[in-house]
């Protein structure tokens, strides 16, 4: 299973502007990034000659106060006022504009305007957290999404799920577990998910799942032995067809590993088949190398541990003696058939 990051993109904030008699009030942007150093900035313009301008920020429900005095304000000028917001949180300002006219006049304006100060949201999907028989993953992210977009993708590339997982309870910190639907049935190739968070960011992740098992006619192994002989040889031929077939045809939107497993019968000790299953995986992995494969090739040996037929020990059984071939785009998922992940690369 292969795991894609997409690139983390910004929701552009809003730019409200406010007006009063005597007073403009505007704000460039209402969502700042603190790792790029953005604070709150509220500009100021006046529509008449003033003796002097006093304006007071205060954060609701904060301890936040700061007054700015402008002796002489006057239109066509511009004041920019700017302070420090911390990381993480959203306040409403009231802004407390009082004005004194040249000839001694006062009267005071007022405004709101709201900043968030957050990071840009970050996701990501532990591979080993996928489910794909509950249809579930675990999102992990820097602050809890509020919802996560997903869409399902099979290997014709075509869109067999879309739904939305809302996200009612989480933990900074900790994962969410998130489920998605299929209208369609189909071998999933790719999942899409979009996080977004309550202050207009989203990051994209991507999770390819996909695995292909390769159809073929087993190598009849003699018992206890792992050569491929010249009359079986044909049947690897064929194999190998097929899984050229499929390497070039999804190679155009993954590259492709083969994964070789091999299996015995419950003839012998439980070490001797696991060695003897790993030596007849290599074998075919060495066979398939021989032939000219351009792609990677892993093998690993799964013994007596799963058998095609339950028998009892001691059995020599030919269905048993057999191999499996799986085409992913990354390690292949845990499951009945590979209960490990103990992949080797043939050199």
């Known amino acids: ?22 007073v403009f009030v505007g704000q460039n942007k ?44 006057g239109p066509g000028r511009e004041y920019e006022l700017t302070w420090k917001q911390q990381p993480g949180i959203e306040v409403d300002y009231t802004v407390s504009v009082e004005m004194v006219s040249s000839n001694g006049e006062k009267y005071t304006e007022e405004v709101w305007v709201y900043f968030a100060s957050a990071r840009p949201i970050t996701a990501r999907i532990p591979v080993e957290s996928v489910d794909m028989e509950a249809k579930a993953f ?46 369609m049935d189909g071998n999933i190739f790719k999942i899409t998910a979009t996080a977004y968070d309550k202050f207009g960011y989203w990051a994209g992740v991507e999770i390819i ?14 018992s206890g032995k792992h050569d491929v002989v010249a009359e079986e040889a044909p049947k690897v031929d064929d194999a190998y067809e097929e899984i050229v077939k ?30 003897l299953s790993e030596r007849r995986a290599r074998a075919l992995a060495q066979y398939f190398q021989s032939k000219g494969a351009k792609f990677p090739i892993y093998y690993q040996g ?11 020990d001691s059995v020599d059984m030919k269905a048993n003696r057999r191999a499996l071939y799986i085409i992913t785009a990354g390690t292949p998922p845990v499951t009945k058939e590979t209960p490990r992940g103990n992949w ?3 050199q």
Request: proline fraction near 6%; charged fraction near 20%.
């Open 209 to 222: 799942p996909w695995s292909l098992s390769i159809p073929h006619e087993d190598v009849n192994f003699a």
């Open 302 to 312: 799964f013994g007596e541990s799963v058998l095609a037929v339950q028998t009892e």
């Open 138 to 183: 675990d999102l992990v992210s820097n602050h809890p999404p509020s919802r996560v977009e997903l869409e399902v993708i099979d290997d014709r590339m075509k869109t067999i799920g879309q739904s939305t997982f809302k996200v009612t309870e989480a933990t900074p910190g900790s994962p969410v577990r998130v489920t998605w639907e299929q209208q």
């Open 246 to 275: 499929a390497v070039d045809k999804y190679g155009e939107w993954v590259t492709c590993t083969l994964f070789i497993g091999g299996y015995t019968d419950t003839v012998g000790d439980a070490g001797s088949n696991q060695g």
């Open 344 to 346: 080797k690369k043939i």
């Open 30 to 73: 209402d969502l700042l990034n603190p790792d790029q150093g953005e604070q709150p900035i509220v500009t100021l313009g006046f529509d008449e000659k003033l003796h002097r301008a006093t304006v007071t920020i205060t954060g609701d429900g904060t301890p936040f106060s700061q007054t700015w005095n402008f002796p002489g304000a």
């Open 1 to 22: 299973m292969r795991l894609w990051i997409a690139a983390v993109l910004v929701a552009a904030a809003l730019v409200p502007m406010s007006a009063s008699a005597g």
